[in-house]
């Protein structure tokens, strides 16, 4: 009928109006075709139908007169003769016709043909057809004989007289027009009868006297036989289009399942004609309808070529294919981002080339904007065209091209790709060229998304190993693309985000780490006091004490009386003398000991100062420090750190203490020469005193300075409790041991409280990581096929990993004995230790906590029952307080997000699941708008994953972006609908060349090259062979 029947961009959306009449219509609003249909003035009323077509929108019309084709045999003729204007639409013809139903009204019902159908199937269809009262077959003459037969009642009702329709077969034949009614099996059977598929069957349903007017529930059987035999339904209600191809949406959902039980669960093609009886419509008269004008903006959409085929494939796929309304949403996406979409790509060789081979010298292929399938057999030049798509799209994948590589296309200095240039031209925008032999540089910005088989596999594969960076950084991008701009803190990624989002809780967690430093210093000292050898060293240094008394009891002076005879003067002076020094020097030795216990007090205050002292110095440095890190916070808020925080220390009081305690212990030494000048002179003045006695006073009174010597010894052993070395203070030290255990079990309760406090912090890692999973979390819960399907789910959690928790031990203990004898024996109880714990709850990580600990103390015990340290299995020059900091500070434990899958943990993925995991990832949750390039993504796929998995999420994917994929696989190019196939051949023989086939599924060279290289034979598509008729 004069239109191309070849569209290299495939399956594009355009609007069909399937619902028209012409002048041959005995209802139409015009003057009609003469009785020949062959005048002059019947010529002009065609060409004004074909002007009229060719100027409205829509892609595809279809004739449905009443009760004949007169009207599509007008246009065939006209057109034939070659003198009017040329059709550059498609139009097929149809018909419609009315059948008996059970109902008050009437029922019409609609007949859609092939525009290549002979003039003869269209005749004897009409002669398939029965009227319902008289049995005859369809003809004017039958038409005039049914009104003939019909009685003046029903005549009547439908205005006319019952004498002039038996008078004027012209009136009969009108008459026999607007009250016949047809066998409805005939209509099925004559619909059925046409061949190779050049018919369909076609129902109003609440349109104008349609099937929603049969009462389904009370004549099943008679509306079940319809939609069976009608595969396009004419509606125009939201809800009723939307239930037709299989969607639930609000307007349907209180009907929708009731509805598919009654269509079978096959979807049916919605369409909405303008059933228009005129050629130019009224603006603005809903009722003076032309063509092309849709009743209330409810425009039939269909994606397919202008073809009969196009129909067909429109009719198995409508939930894809169909939309009724304005504009379908693909096309208002493509409007709003023109930018974002490949118009065509052109390759060519550059200029005075002198490269004879041809390649793809010329090239140039017209992109579709949804699912476009490159095929061709091995070897055909399918991933040259993705490598190049790539390369001009400025992509920084060129690692893993697989054609413009060094070993092949970019041989020997680049040749011969540096012969050829490649340009994409947009929608909308500068086009993108380049040489082939030149990678972009990796400052250009990236217009496509690639992601060649080389890439996919390293991805999917590179957990394997034990890392997992790449595929996790691919999923951090994803995530830090949902996060409004607002909340991205100014970062540019989302490991920037984290740094600054977590700064003032990795201060909080460093802080908490020195204390429980300070604090497992204390415990471990605690646990060495608590050595064996400690308390029997004490008690042998008590027992030698003890000893030592014995031994002074045994050399204590005997006792002497006093002298009896009476004294001279001089002698009862020098008495007097030496019991006036013995006194003295006992208050000096008072003294003495009263002012060490000054000093020792003097000291620790200055001691106690000096810190003071320098904590506030530190904190004085650190609120300066935390100043300069939220500078650009304050900056924010419009302040500065003195606006909000003041801080004064009166070093002057601690100074003033200092400074006196300092002239006190200066006094305090000075008093203590002293001493020692005023005990010397005692001494003197002693020794000339008893010169001044007779033999037995002197005797005496050295028996009295041996009975000070001798006490003094025995004061000097058995000293007192803050004297260290002497038997009490050895003695208090033993009081302290038997009271450490306590201390111990205090300072660990204070380590467990500590701990948790450093857990609490994680924690709120952990949560405000969670936040920023939340917008992406909404897309995904918003989305019912990764909702319901996939299980798609976010959640952050703390974690550890047993081996990184194995490494950092045993760099620190040894593993030789009990359960951490041996390699693989101490990681495996390490392992089983962090496995057995929920980390993610307070409860879980302090459990931990404690296994390990109690794991490594039950080791130390065996090494030596009565030890309650760690020091024999501590590797050298290593410290048990390592061991505790590590444990207890939880650094192996850090906030990670988790990805589950089907319920499934990242971590424990396949590498299938792996890859169809990152496909969602980057066909449904990635916000990016470029187009997206796939080299056989099917690869790393079962056949169950690429049907159950891959399939839905290409075909929900390709509504929100361009996806170009390279493919050998018929469940990815036919199930998925693909709106584009492009077919690659490589001829070496003809010059290198390769060259590439472009159109639609149902475009029969496409389909035949589908056919022979997705799999060789049509048999090999099983159910689906039914796309290749």
């Not at 398939?128 to 369809?138: D, S, V």
């Not at 004027?168 to 190779?196: C, H, Q």
């Not at 604090?519 to 060495?528: K, P, Q, S, Y």
């Not at 917008?775 to 319901?788: A, G, H, T, Y």
């Amino acid at each position: 009928m004069g239109v191309k029947k070849h569209f290299p961009r495939g399956s594009e959306w355009r609007q069909w109006d399937l619902h028209i009449h012409t002048p041959a219509s005995f209802h139409w609003k015009g003057e009609r075709f003469s009785a020949s249909g062959c005048t002059s003035r019947d010529n002009e009323l065609i060409d004004e139908m074909i002007t009229a077509i060719n100027d409205t929108a829509p892609a595809v019309y279809a004739i449905q007169d009443y009760w004949g084709f007169d009207g599509w045999f007008a246009l065939k003729r006209r057109l034939s003769e070659g003198t009017g204007p040329g059709l550059e639409k498609t139009v097929f013809p149809g018909i419609e016709l009315r059948l008996a139903a059970p109902i008050q009204g009437r029922l019409n019902a609609h007949v859609l043909f092939s525009d290549e159908i002979p003039d003869q199937h269209l005749k004897d269809f009409l002669s398939a057809l029965k009227l319902e009262i008289t049995g005859q077959p369809l003809s004017p003459h039958a038409l005039i004989a049914y009104a003939r037969a019909a009685n003046a009642d029903k005549l009547k009702t439908h205005s006319f007289e019952k004498a002039e329709v038996m008078a004027s077969d012209e009136t009969a034949l009108r008459a026999g027009y607007v009250i016949a009614e047809l066998n409805v099996d005939s209509y099925k059977a004559a619909v059925r009868a046409v061949p190779d598929g050049m018919a369909l069957g076609f129902m109003p349903f609440e349109t104008n006297d349609g099937l929603a007017s049969v009462k389904h529930q009370e004549h099943y059987a008679y509306a079940i036989g319809l939609f069976d035999s009608s595969p396009i339904f004419e509606t125009r209600k939201e809800g009723l289009w939307n239930a037709f191809v299989g969607r639930k949406c609000p307007e349907n959902e209180s009907f929708f399942d009731a509805f598919q039980e009654s269509i079978g669960g096959i979807p049916r093609l919605p369409v909405s004609g303008s059933d228009a009886h005129q050629l130019r419509g009224t603006a603005g008269d809903n009722n003076a309808r032309g063509y092309g004008d849709f009743p209330s903006q409810r425009i039939t959409w269909i994606k397919a070529d202008p073809t009969w085929r196009g129909l067909q494939q429109a009719i198995k796929e409508p939930f894809k294919r169909c939309h009724i309304g304005l504009t379908p949403p693909k096309l208002q996406r493509i409007s709003a981002n023109k930018t974002f979409y490949i118009d065509t790509v052109s390759l060519s060789k550059v200029d005075g080339s002198s490269l004879a081979e041809t390649w793809f010298d010329g090239c140039a292929i017209p992109f579709n904007a949804d699912l476009v399938a490159i095929i061709g057999n091995k070897g055909s030049g399918k991933s040259a065209l993705a490598d190049v798509l790539a390369l001009v799209g400025n992509s920084q994948e060129h690692a893993h091209f697989s054609f413009l590589k060094a070993d092949r296309f970019r041989g020997k200095a680049g040749e011969p790709a540096r012969q050829f240039y490649g340009k994409l031209d947009w929608l909308a925008g500068e086009p993108s060229q380049a040489n082939l032999a030149a990678n972009p540089a990796p400052d250009r910005v990236e217009m496509v998304r690639y992601v060649p088989q080389g890439r996919f596999e390293a991805l999917c594969n590179e957990h394997v190993t034990g890392k997992s960076e790449n595929f996790e950084r691919e999923l951090r991008s994803v995530i830090f693309s949902h996060i409004p701009a607002e909340d991205r803190l100014g970062a540019l990624d989302f490991d920037q985000l984290i740094e600054a989002q977590e700064s003032t809780l990795r201060a909080r967690l460093d802080e908490a780490r020195k204390n429980l430093v300070t604090l497992n210093r204390l415990i471990a000292g605690t646990e060495d006091q608590l050595h064996p050898s400690i308390r029997k060293n004490i008690e042998e240094q008590i027992h030698l004490k003890s000893v030592q008394l014995a031994e002074l009891e045994l050399s204590k002076p005997p006792a002497i009386a006093a002298p009896a005879e009476t004294l001279t003067p001089d002698q009862e002076t020098a008495a007097a003398t030496l019991a006036e020094i013995s006194t003295a020097i006992a208050a000096l030795a008072d003294e003495e000991k009263a002012i060490g216990e000054a000093l020792t007090r003097l000291s620790a205050q200055r001691k106690a100062a000096r810190d003071v002292l320098e904590r506030f110095a530190l904190i004085r440095e650190q609120i300066a420090a935390a100043g300069t890190e939220i500078a650009g916070q304050l900056e924010l808020l419009g302040l500065r750190l003195p606006d909000i925080l003041t801080f004064e220390i009166n070093e002057g009081k601690v100074r003033e203490v200092d400074s006196g305690a300092e002239r006190e212990m200066g006094t305090l030494a000075a008093r203590i020469e002293a001493i020692k000048k005023e005990r010397a002179d005692h001494s003197g003045r002693a020794e000339q005193a008893t010169e001044a006695l007779n033999g037995p006073q002197r005797a005496y009174q050295d028996h009295l300075n041996a009975m000070k010597t001798w006490q003094m010894s025995v004061g000097e052993i058995e000293g007192a409790p803050d004297v260290p070395d002497s038997k009490l203070g050895l003695e208090a030290r033993l009081s302290q041991l038997d009271q450490l255990p306590r201390i111990l079990d205090e300072r660990r309760a204070q380590r467990t409280v500590l701990a948790a406090q450093i857990f609490h912090i994680l924690a709120l890692q952990r949560d405000q990581r969670q936040k920023l999973f939340e917008p992406l979390q909404k897309v995904i819960s918003e989305n019912s096929l990764i909702r319901d399907e996939y299980r798609l789910q976010f959640r952050s959690h703390l974690a550890a990993y047993h081996d990184l928790v194995s490494e950092r031990l045993f760099s620190l203990v040894k593993q030789s004995i009990g359960e951490l004898r041996g390699e693989d024996e101490s990681r495996a109880a390490i392992r089983a230790r962090v496995e057995a714990q929920d980390l993610d709850t307070e409860a879980g990580a302090l459990a931990l906590a404690d296994d390990l600990h109690k794991l490594l103390h039950d080791a130390a015990r065996q090494r030596a029952s009565d030890q309650a340290d760690l020091n024999g299995l501590m590797r050298k020059d290593r410290a048990p307080t390592e061991v505790y900091d590590l444990i207890y500070s939880f650094e192996y434990l850090e906030p990670k997000y988790t990805l589950l899958f089907q319920d499934t943990p990242i971590e424990q993925l396949s590498p299938g699941q792996r890859g169809a995991l990152l496909l969602i990832f980057y066909l449904l949750v990635d916000k990016k708008r470029n187009p997206i390039i796939l080299d056989q993504p099917e690869e790393n796929l079962d056949n169950e994953t690429i049907v159950s998995l891959l399939v839905p999420v290409l075909n929900a994917a390709k509504e929100n972006r361009q996806i170009i994929m390279v493919t050998h696989n018929p469940n990815l190019a036919v199930v998925c609908d693909a709106e584009q196939i492009i077919f690659a051949e490589f001829d070496r023989k003809a010059m290198c060349s390769i060259t590439y086939l472009a159109g639609s599924i149902e475009d029969p060279a496409l389909n035949q090259a589908v056919v022979n290289v997705l799999e060789g034979t049509k048999p090999a598509f099983d159910n689906r062979g039914n796309k290749y008729q």
